[in-house]
């Protein structure tokens, strides 16, 4: 929160141009009178797209008095492409304008650090709050309801003037479908997410046999069902499917919910979730209820069969789930909920938002889309077939340990044991062999490729930005990619070689106080890559103060324009509230993965805001 003793200006908003506003432009003088949020967003981000949604009741609630506006700060090069953004700001039905700030112009003036960052302007131009991560949606309700009173009060809240209209959305047979998979019957059932359905598909993967769900975002269950975003599908095993009484998994994605569907009569069920998002640190055990439909999941985006159990990639808490249909038991499959790269027993691993899975004789394949990566876990383990991290990326064949991916969103086991990847940011179909540990390209032009399947020994897959499902690959084919390096381009922060204080400052929401009544309250945990920018002051500590000290040439005349790699800190407090009877416990939490440029005289602090949440 800014101190309102010495209020601050809010910075213009610089980008290259506006969407979602019906071709006009917009400025803070053009919004004046109303309360602003800033949404600094980037579409691959699975917490980003989580706001959004968090943010849809505020903005019905407060009407014309709160102008939510996006302002779009891109991490892949895939988003700096105005096209592409334009057609995410449809796909996950942004209800607000965007501003498209490629250069991170706008994110540099508000000082932004982290996926996603909210601001909040109130109606004479200045910052009165900044916040990182999500969660947010309580205290932000509170704010802008104390703003609008106080400057209802003081005669500075108007609503006079028009806001732009949303941009007009075009429609086609499939919208933005999202995973496939092949029926007994030699069908095609495809996850129509944009809009909310379930499509059965002809063999020509194009005649549309049946539409399951009437369009509407919803979570009804029965033979008149509503979904939100559905994605992955998981066709069980007969003899599994005739003992429990449905045929099909659905990863209900912005429900935060597994459905079942039957398919006779193309009834829906739920099996998992309670449509509230499950939210908690790095490294906290997730308490799973007895019954699944009692849990809270985070984004399920993709299922696949694998040890007798669903598979489900948890994109929201960077895991990996298992559902058992037959003893209808919900745990945690493999990972920590830390979102980073790191192999490993698989309850020790850390995924950085898995999106994809397919299954072979022993193996199970994860497109790990945020560290761009492939990966597998076999006996236990997790591996890495191709990826960097977080931040290297980009369109590389050859030898498995130089190729590079752009956050891949969907894989296949092709019929000689080899990996399709659907290489969504690259708009290309790629190949792993594991026996030669080499990567090539099967296909290019292939537009945002979020889901394969294999029928008839061809490939099959869903072009999401195109709208539909084809075959782009032809038989014993491979093509060049444009071979390319990138790492993300977000400015670094100059800091000192040498002993920093990293602080990390932490407000509970009104009515709420850390809660210490079973030990410390809170936890800081830093890191960095590469590792030996970190030469002491890493781990993990109670205290959100530190001293850290990095490493480098104190003499160096020329630092690197891109950084020197990247600070990982990740902060969480544990609060609850003052008053009641029973009251509620709160737990918030932000990762920063901050690129820090090493520049002797430069600051030697750091300083980051964490704000409190409520549920």
Sequence with gaps: MTNQAFRVRAPQLQGRGWLNTAGRDLSLADLRGRIVLLDFWTFCCINCLHVIDELRPLEEEFGDKLVVVGVHSPKFEHERDPEALKAAIERYDVPHAVLDDPELLTWQQYAARAWPTLAVVDPEGYLVASMS????????????????????????????????????????????????????????????????????????????????????????????????????????????????????????????????????????????????????????????????????????????????????????????????????????????????????????????????????????????????????????????AVGKGLFDFGAMDGKADEALFQHPLGVAVLPDGSIAVCDTYNNAIRRYDPTTDEVSTLATNVPEPSGAVVADGTLVVVESAAHRVTRPVPPGAAQEIAQQRHRTKRPPVELSPGPIRVEIVFEPPAGQKLDDRYGPSTRLEISANPPTLLDAGGGVTTELERRITLAGDENEAEPSEEGDGVLQVIAHAASCDVEGPNPACHLSRQDWGIPIRLVPGAPSELVLMLRGVNA
């Design 133 to 384: 991560g999500e969660g947010h949606a309580e205290g932000l309700r509170r704010l802008i309801g104390e703003l609008i009173e106080r400057h209802t009060a003081k005669g500075t809240l108007s609503t006079d003037g028009v806001l732009p209209e949303r941009t007009k959305r075009e429609d086609t047979e499939l919208r933005f479908p999202g995973k496939i998979a092949l029926l007994p019957t030699g069908n095609f059932l495809v996850s129509d997410s944009a809009h909310h359905s379930i499509v059965e598909l002809a063999q020509d993967g194009e005649t549309v046999l049946r539409r399951i769900g009437d369009g509407t975002r919803g979570a009804d269950d029965g033979t008149n069902p509503r979904f939100s975003e559905p994605q992955g599908l998981c066709v069980l095993p007969e003899d599994v499917a005739k003992a429990v009484g449905y045929d099909v998994v659905i990863a209900d994605t912005v429900n935060h919910k597994l459905r079942a569907l039957t398919l006779e009569t193309g009834s829906i069920t739920t099996l998992a979730g309670t449509g509230e998002i499950w939210r908690g640190a790095p490294g906290d055990p997730v308490d799973i209820p007895e019954d699944p439909r009692e849990a809270r999941l985070s984004s399920p985006w993709d299922v696949a069969w694998y040890e007798q159990s669903v598979i489900v990639a948890m994109a929201g808490t960077h895991q990996l789930w298992s559902f058992d249909p037959v003893t209808n038991h919900l745990a945690v499959y493999a990972g920590t909920t830390v979102e980073s790269l790191k192999d490993g027993p698989k309850d020790e691993a850390w995924f950085a938002q898995p999106s994809g899975l397919a299954t072979d004789a022993s193996k199970l394949w994860v497109a790990d889309s945020e560290s761009s990566a492939l990966r597998w876990i076999e006996n236990g383990e997790v591996h890495t």
